[in-house]
């Protein structure tokens, strides 16, 4: 079964660094998704992509988000200068098209911890 | 916007005892309604859906869901549970015409042999 493949699965890095986390997506998929969870709260959207473009983005995804997908296949988050509350675990979702409305394909999550 | 609510946060079970996991959202509109299920090292997997149609959902590995409007629930249900149940569930909801779902902040479920 096609899956969506996250790396890395984990990262440590200091706070003000750099990440960037990397997605590929099921290839006939359309609608590409970041969400977020902090360790015992909600699982948070960020935001979503559409035809190499941002279409909806949360009030999270500040100027130190940015999303592309530089080859056609790749799909990164980059957190510029990372913070302390960006520790969580961060989840590539993809959509086939908008028929399923609401049904995504998850990747495993890429853990992130700032100190 | 749409928001949800998963009352219970984590839950304790021993094999063969019944299963209800609680989800209320508050949206007054038509919405498309998930559970998804997050085994131990895997991802997030569609566990059933709700889009219309009978109100009682049957999913995968013997769970249903059942969406009753007037309370705003989907509450997620299975009569007697497996070792295997061990995982995370989430509920989410998606308003008509969006294609973003909201989730909920997930049950952790332990079942014990």
């Known amino acids: 079964e096609p899956e969506v493949t996250q790396t890395p699965s984990h990262q440590v890095t200091q706070m003000g660094q750099e990440v960037i986390l990397r997605c590929v997506p099921i290839?006939?998929?359309?609608?590409f998704y970041w969400y977020r969870q902090i360790l015992g709260q909600k699982v948070e959207f960020l935001v979503s992509?559409?035809?190499?473009?941002?279409?909806?983005k949360s009030e999270i995804f500040d100027d130190q988000f940015s999303v592309e997908r530089p080859d056609g296949s790749n799909f990164t988050l980059k957190i510029r200068s990372t913070k302390l509350e960006d520790s969580a675990m961060y989840f590539c979702?993809?959509?086939?098209?908008?028929?399923?409305?609401?049904?995504?394909?998850f990747g495993e999550g890429s853990r992130l911890t700032v100190l | 916007a749409q928001s949800v609510s998963q009352h219970n946060h984590h839950v304790i079970l021993s094999e063969a005892a019944s299963l209800e996991l609680g989800c209320n959202y508050s949206?007054?509109?038509?919405?498309?309604l998930f559970w998804y299920v997050q085994y131990p090292g895997q991802h997030l997997q569609l566990l059933l859906k709700?889009?219309?149609?009978?109100?009682l959902v049957k999913g995968i590995k013997g769970f249903e869901a059942e969406f009753i409007k007037s309370k705003f629930s989907f509450n997620l249900r299975k009569p007697s549970v497996q070792w295997s149940d061990t995982a995370e569930y989430f509920c989410?909801?998606?308003?008509?015409?969006?294609?973003?779902?909201?989730f909920g902040r997930g049950t952790s479920l332990i079942v014990h042999p």
């Open positions: 709700y889009f219309s149609g009978d109100p």
């Open positions: 989410a909801v998606n308003a008509q015409g969006s294609y973003i779902p909201t």
């Open positions: 979702a993809t959509q086939i098209s908008l028929l399923n409305t609401g049904e995504l394909f």
């Open positions: 992509f559409y035809n190499n473009e941002i279409s909806e």
């Open positions: 290839s006939n998929h359309l609608y």
């Open positions: 949206y007054g509109g038509t919405v498309n």
